[in-house]
């Protein structure tokens, strides 16, 4: 009779409840080599080990929206400081937009920005490149250097970069689709926005309200049925930004019963405030696509019941104080903070029964690990994945305090909200990386491409 093998844990998480898309599983969890390496009861000791009896154990949050502002805006938010407030949120994995400056357009660009932005981080990272006018054949040396993903913007928003024709649209869905990149979508009709604005700017409206009647449900529903159909004709793996309105998710819905694929994503902020955070807040709650009426968040809510919205996700959009501060909407900037506070607020839902907590792993980690092709090593705690986790206090009270937030400029709409859950600590690959509300070590984050690229199997029928 042989012996049996020695087991070498780096770390055992013991007593916890590891919580999956489906299922409470009351077990220990154990770490070696950056890995999940075992799950069970009765594991062998290791040289560190954590008490999280009473505690979820949650994998990492996958935030794929998110703004961190380097290159060219870096007095917004960098790197570190975004990456920061992502870690003590317990996020784990951020996707960066590409409308910074200069755009991330070409191969030289991406490769400068991320040149910039290495060593920074805290959690991992991808980074998008833009689908524009112009860069159809950037786009096979973007996938080849690890782009994440492709944005498209078809409104205008933070970076004022031109909106592309549908000519260009079809070359860059085409160029996506053959070099296998997710393509994502700020689904709003450009030119009819513009017209709207020109018109209330002609009556000398510059409110915030001003804003969003510039932005009706119909210049969503237009642009999510006009890419669906460009897409669905050259096959490529479609996901929309930020769905904001009741007419848009309705025309998901019909779009996907016609054989379309496309995934949807609802923001932290369309689904906690509506119109009336205008009254309070002014051109803080500023956004692209701008926060509605309560009858189209009630509609999210519902979507998320019924399985048609995928992922949650923030659209973490740091500016400055003066920026944010400005009385004029047309002059103000879109979006706030959101990558350290989405977690306790998802998880304050949770206590109020709004969702359960398998729906939070399933909309802010697994689906996004799914849709962008890293859930190889992200998103789950199956044994192989990276040992990204988050130990959260399903019952801790807390209270959202912008003197306690480690982005720039910690302005946020949600400041003196009670919470619910708190994350007591985040862990990257089995290292601590935040822990009560701190930062602990060096940046440890690294660049990630997606190593699937076959087509997702949410979003509707293949």
């Not at 916890?16 to 409470?24: A, K, N, Q, S």
């Not at 770490?31 to 040289?47: F, N, P, Q, R, W």
């Not at 904001?244 to 819905?253: A, C, M, N, Q």
Request: charged letters at 20%; a negative charge; proline letters at 6%.
């Amino acid at each position: 009779m042989g012996t049996a093998p020695t087991v070498n844990y780096e770390l055992v998480v013991r007593g916890g409840t590891i919580v999956t898309p489906e299922r409470l599983i009351r077990a220990d969890l154990a770490v070696a080599d950056g890995t999940v390496c075992a799950i069970g009861t009765s594991l062998a000791h290791a040289d560190k080990e954590i008490d999280a009896t009473g505690r979820y154990i949650l994998p990492g949050v996958v935030d794929a929206h998110v703004h961190f502002r380097e290159p060219g805006m870096a007095y917004k938010e960098d790197f570190g400081t975004g990456s920061r407030a992502a870690a003590v949120g317990g996020v784990t994995t951020v996707f960066d937009m590409p409308n910074t400056v200069p755009p991330v357009a070409t191969l030289d660009i991406f490769e400068h920005k991320l040149d910039t932005v290495a060593g920074k981080s805290h959690v991992d990272f991808g980074l998008y490149g833009m689908l524009g006018q112009d860069n159809a054949d950037e786009i096979p040396k973007l996938a080849g250097a690890g782009a994440i993903g492709l944005k498209l913007f078809m409104g205008q928003t933070t970076g004022d970069n031109p909106c592309p024709d549908d000519g260009a649209i079809y070359r860059g869905l085409r160029a996506a689709e053959e070099s296998g990149l997710v393509v994502g979508v700020h689904a709003e009709n450009n030119p009819l926005l513009q017209q709207l604005a020109k018109e209330l700017r002609a009556q000398g409206r510059t409110d915030v309200r001003a804003h969003l009647e510039s932005r009706p449900p119909l210049v969503e529903v237009e642009a999510v049925t006009r890419i669906a159909t460009l897409a669905g004709a050259v096959g490529t793996t479609l996901h929309i930004h930020h769905l904001s309105t009741r007419d848009g998710l309705e025309r998901v819905k019909m779009l996907r019963a016609l054989g379309h694929r496309l995934t949807v994503e609802a923001l932290v902020g369309h689904l906690l405030l509506d119109d009336s955070a205008y009254d309070e807040f002014a051109n803080l709650v500023k956004l692209n696509p701008p926060v509605r009426p309560a009858e189209h968040g009630a509609a999210l809510w519902a979507g998320i019941s019924s399985g048609d919205v995928d992922i949650v996700a923030t659209d973490h959009a740091p500016h400055s104080g003066e920026e944010q501060a400005e009385p004029n909407v047309w002059c103000a900037h879109g979006g706030w903070i959101g990558v350290e506070t989405s977690l306790p607020l998802m998880l304050t839902q949770v206590a109020q029964g709004r969702l359960t907590i398998n729906d939070v792993v399933r909309l802010c980690a697994a689906n996004p690990a799914r849709i962008w092709g890293i859930d190889d090593r992200k998103g789950h705690l199956d044994v192989g994945a990276d040992a990204d986790f988050v130990i959260v206090d399903p019952a801790a009270p807390g209270v959202v305090t912008g003197a306690h937030l480690h982005s720039k400029h910690p302005v946020t709409p949600y400041e003196g909200w009670e919470t619910t859950g708190s994350v007591e600590a985040t862990y990257l690959r089995g290292e601590l990386i935040a822990e009560h509300g701190e930062i602990v070590g060096p940046p440890r984050g690294r660049h990630l491409a997606p190593r699937d690229r076959k087509p997702t199997t949410l979003g509707g029928p293949l």
